[in-house]
Each structure stands twice: as C-alpha cells, then as structure tokens.
C-alpha cells in the first residue's frame, strides 16, 4: 500500500503522550497514529450501526403502528 505523508501539529504534552504509548507497545508513532485512526473509523461505523440497530428495537411498535395506519390496515397479525 502507497503511503501518504500526514503533518499534524500537536501540542508538546500530546506529542509527548504519543510517543510514550508508542514505545510501551513497540511500535513507532507513526504505527501508533495509524492504528487509532482505523480503530476510530472501525468504532464509529460499528458504533452508528448499533445505535440505529437499539433505536429500532426501540421504536419498531411504533413504526409498525405508523405503517399500518398509513395504509388502511390495523398493523396486528389477524
């Protein structure tokens, strides 16, 4: 995989911290970064879908009602 050359500027402590945890895993800060932002982009996707996923659990009588109602029917098994 081609790489892409990211600056960031980051205050002395952060940078700091960054290159601590780092080292405690073995890996350079380079590595470290990386591996948060796919962990974030991983945790977000999974995250979203797991809120809509307990919203519909949580709505889904409602919805069924709404439907119903929308097309003339009682939204209950007969």
């Known amino acids: ?3 892409t050359q990211l600056n960031v500027r980051v205050d002395e402590g952060t940078a700091r911290v960054a290159r601590e945890r780092a080292l405690a895993r073995g890996m ?3 590595r470290y970064i990386e591996e948060l932002v ?3 982009a ?3 996707g999974r995250t979203f879908v797991e809120a809509a ?3 519909m659990k949580q709505y889904e ?3 069924a009602e709404e439907f119903a109602e929308a097309h ?3 939204g ?3």
């Open 53 to 55: 996923a307990d919203f």
């Open 28 to 30: 350079s800060v380079n």
């Open 42 to 44: 991983g945790e977000t």
């Open 38 to 40: 796919r962990q974030d």
């Open 76 to 78: 209950r098994n007969p």
């Open 1 to 3: 995989m081609a790489k």
């Open 61 to 63: 009588s409602v919805f």
């Open 72 to 74: 003339g029917t009682t």
